[in-house]
């Protein structure tokens, strides 16, 4: 089968000649005088209908250069702009341009507009609407008649080399690609140290140098476009040295694993990532429309210029939620400061609510997962015009794509990506994420509390090759594209709290990219530690380990270990009424099902009463059962880790708090653990007879050697070696 981009290339074209071809077309199409005056109105005219089509795609297909004229007649956007730099150049040296700028609106041009299958509807503007953004695309003329905002910073050859966008996608050859992807097996390169407030940083790198220290000076070592500038400047100042560190590392394209994102630190991160988002989008932009300028001067039909992908979207943005998508746009609109923004009225109706204070006396981190709309099904494409942001854009015409995983997967297997009516009847398409270079994934531990395996879904269909051309120009694309090796000069990016096993799993599933990965861990102080000093009494916390061959039959060990270790006690001191109130937490669903079913049906628990708590339960069921557990009615009661994330309860009348495992997020052990002395507040007799006992026996938590990172976050990072290692004994208790 013959290579991909000889395939699609039109029959009997040969790349060489098709800037001549193109030359000679302009001439017949145009027929240009040497009028000066009638130079400048028709440049003025043709460039903006230049704008208008590359705003429409990014590729500069035969099938995208079409656009309506004002007569019968169509003029391409490649021969317009061709047609325009050979008229300027055609002035005599006495022929002297007004230094004064000059402005003109663009003609209206139809066409559609935006192309999103998934949304099912054309979004049309109003005609005041479109009168707006036809006075607001006006081009700027200079001496020389050249296009000052669309233009690279600099030309110059070494400002380009020092450019780490030009290094990662211009600058790689294709032996150097191949040899950096096979030593991403055989032999990676990493390098530790620690960074700001105790943040452990591991580097990874493929290169045959090793690892390069990225430069940390200041904001110019970003190589931010100039219209970035202002606001970039205001983003990375006063930022903590982790989060500048980052920083750094994020605009050098490397794959980045943060696993120390807060509730403080959340909106510089944030900043950080849109910043670099719309870095990479402009740069890119100003990359093609520079080629395109010089393929318009290459009569000779050499110059052969590689600077696409096969789709126009560049950038694809997972968030958990709709108001988690709200400050993202914020932040992208303020570093942009755009004159325009379309269909804005009708984003803020769809995906913003107000945060109000109705989860005042929830966690801080809480309250920002869930305080205004906490929607978990969206998508939506953003579209970048010179001065224009435009909402709900096509898939296909979108430079930014923002989706929740359950959104976009839902989008891939229905076909909702199809930009063509008539293929509505298509199940599944991805081509719209063939050429993503740049995934943001925030808050990936609230991503997690979702369903984790529409993430990995989601993930593995970026960067394939695509089932139809949509149009592209196969000369342009990357070689990499063609040779479907994109993925690894794709840039990952994962913030999250805490870093978990299936988060590393999926981060050395998917992050192929050969500039390096990044990780940085947090030092733990242990959670433990941290309970609130108005708690009345001591509570001594016990860890049990258990031992477990495999993560594999980690389930089956645990359960066995509680069956015959943890649940004789429960039974014993279940008909006592001062032992009731037992709170098992179990972190798993299928546990907790498996425990249910068990106190369900054993014969040895028929006169055990216990309730149960889980994310599917319903408002009645858990006012019912805590009411009993209060009471005394229920000495158990079951209750799982995604349901204390979504709702935290604060639960009544706990004496005895039980971890059948650890919970991911170090956060939970505090809140349940306090729940303990709030029942001491509030029944000082029970609490006094636990003073005599010191606490014992009223913080339990099973483990195992595969719970080490979560057991790190709790007991700290330097008491989890000796928990996990230690020979002695199985048993260890703090107070």
């Keep these: 089968m013959p290579p991909l981009h000889k395939r699609y290339r039109p029959h ?29 109105e028709e440049g003025d005219r043709t460039i903006d209908e230049a704008d208008e089509s590359l705003e429409e795609h990014e590729q500069v297909s035969p ?3 079409e656009s309506a004229s004002s007569g019968d007649e169509k003029v391409t956007a490649a021969q317009s702009y061709s047609t325009l730099l050979r008229s300027l150049n055609q002035k005599t040296a006495t022929e002297e341009r007004p230094a004064k700028r000059r402005k003109l609106k663009s003609e209206t041009s139809t066409k559609q507009e935006d192309r999103n299958g ?29 296009q000052q905002e669309e233009q690279p910073d600099s030309d110059d050859e070494e400002f380009m080399l020092r450019d780490p966008f030009e290094q990662h996608y211009a600058g790689i050859e294709e032996a150097d690609l191949a040899a950096a992807i096979e030593r991403q097996v055989q032999a990676p390169t990493t390098e530790k140290n620690t960074v700001g407030r105790d943040i452990r940083k591991l580097v990874t790198s493929y290169t045959s140098a090793g690892i ?38 994020i605009f050098a394209y490397r794959d980045i694993l943060c696993g120390f994102r807060t509730h403080g630190n959340a909106a510089s991160l944030r900043n950080i990532a849109s910043l670099h988002a719309l870095n990479h989008i402009f740069k890119t932009r100003d990359r093609v429309l520079k080629n395109n300028a010089k393929l318009s001067q290459d009569t000779a039909g050499e110059a052969d210029y590689r600077d696409q992908g096969f ?17 993202y746009i914020e932040s992208i609109v303020r570093l942009s400061e755009p004159d325009q923004q379309e ?8 995906y913003s609510q107000p945060e109000d204070d109705t989860f005042e006396n929830k966690s801080e981190d809480f309250r920002e997962l869930f305080t205004g709309n906490h929607e978990e099904d969206f998508r939506m494409g953003l579209k970048f015009t010179r001065k224009t942001i435009k909402f709900f854009s096509g898939f296909y015409n979108s430079d930014i794509i923002f989706a929740s995983p359950l959104g976009l997967m839902r989008t891939v297997t229905t076909g909702g990506g199809n930009a063509n009516e008539s293929d509505s009847k298509k199940k599944h398409d991805t081509d719209f994420l063939s050429s993503v270079e740049v995934v943001i994934v925030d808050h990936a531990t609230a991503l997690e509390q979702q369903n984790w395996s529409h993430m990995d879904y989601v993930l593995s269909q970026l960067n394939l090759l695509p089932q139809e051309s949509h149009g592209c120009d196969f000369a342009r694309v990357r070689h990499s594209y063609l040779n479907d090796q994109s993925k690894y000069l794709r840039q990952t990016i994962i913030f999250a709290a805490y870093l978990t096993p299936s988060i590393q799993s999926l981060a050395s599933a998917h992050m192929h990219n050969i500039a390096g990965r990044v990780k940085y861990t947090p030092t733990y102080t242990g959670t433990m530690l941290e309970l609130s000093p108005s708690i009345p009494l001591a509570i001594t916390q016990t860890f ?39 709170l098992l937490f179990v972190p798993a669903y299928l546990d907790f099902v498996r425990l249910r079913n068990h106190f369900s049906t054993a014969a040895e628990t028929t006169s055990l009463s216990f309730g149960t708590i889980s994310e599917y339960s319903s408002r009645g069921d858990v006012a019912r059962a805590r009411s009993h557990f209060l009471s005394g ?50 029944d000082l007799g029970w609490a006094q007879n636990q003073r005599s006992k010191q606490g014992k026996g009223l913080v339990r938590a099973l483990f195992s050697k595969w719970d080490v990172m979560k057991l790190e976050r709790i007991v700290g990072t330097e008491r989890v070696g000796r928990l996990v290692s230690d020979s002695q004994g199985d048993v260890f208790g703090f107070v």
């Excluded at 074209?13 to 001549?20: E, F, G, T």
């Excluded at 949304?119 to 005609?127: A, D, I, P």
């Design 63 to 65: 099938s995208d250069e």
């Design 544 to 582: 049990l380990r258990f031992d477990s061959l495999s993560p594999q039959a980690d389930s089956d060990t645990r359960f066995k270990f509680f069956t015959s270790t943890i649940l004789p006690q429960l039974l014993r001191s279940s008909n006592k009424s001062n032992n009731q109130g037992t």
């Design 311 to 327: 789709t126009r979207p560049k950038v694809l943005i997972l968030l958990p939620t709709k108001q988690s998508c709200v400050r």
């Design 12 to 40: 009997g074209a040969s790349q060489k000649n098709v800037p001549k071809r193109r030359a000679q077309k302009n001439e017949q199409a145009t027929g240009f005088t040497s009028s000066r005056t009638r130079d400048i």
């Design 118 to 146: 998934n949304h099912g509807r054309n979004l049309k503007s109003t005609s005041q609407e479109q009168n707006d953004t036809e006075a607001a695309d006006v081009v700027d003329f200079e001496e020389g008649g050249e």
């Design 343 to 350: 269909n804005k009225g009708r984003f803020l109706d769809t």
């Design 633 to 682: 009615r229920h000495s158990v009661l079951l209750y799982t880790e995604r349901a204390h994330h979504y709702f935290r309860y604060k639960l009544r009348g706990v004496r005895r708090l039980i971890f059948y495992g650890l919970p991911d997020n170090p956060l939970f052990w505090t809140e349940l653990v306090e729940m303990l002395g709030n029942n001491a507040a509030n």
């Design 212 to 249: 390069s220290a990225t430069s940390k000076k200041g904001i110019k070592d970003l190589k931010l476009k100039k219209r970035l500038a202002v606001t970039g400047s205001a983003v990375v100042k006063n930022i903590a040295p982790e989060e500048a560190d980052v920083a750094h590392e």
